[in-house]
């Protein structure tokens, strides 16, 4: 797309974070109520 590897490296970033975060208050919701997503 144009871009050179360490630009596309930087320009995950924001998705990668969104991605744990997402994770993270995911399962810590799930040990908080106790489900499970099985």
């Known amino acids: 797309m144009g ?3 360490l630009a596309s490296n930087y320009l995950t970033i924001a998705v990668d974070c ?3 975060l ?3 208050t ?3 919701l799930s040990d908080k109520y106790g489900k499970c997503g099985m």
């Open 3 to 5: 871009h050179g590897t």
């Open 26 to 28: 995911f399962a810590f």
């Open 18 to 20: 969104l991605g744990a």
């Open 22 to 24: 997402a994770f993270f």
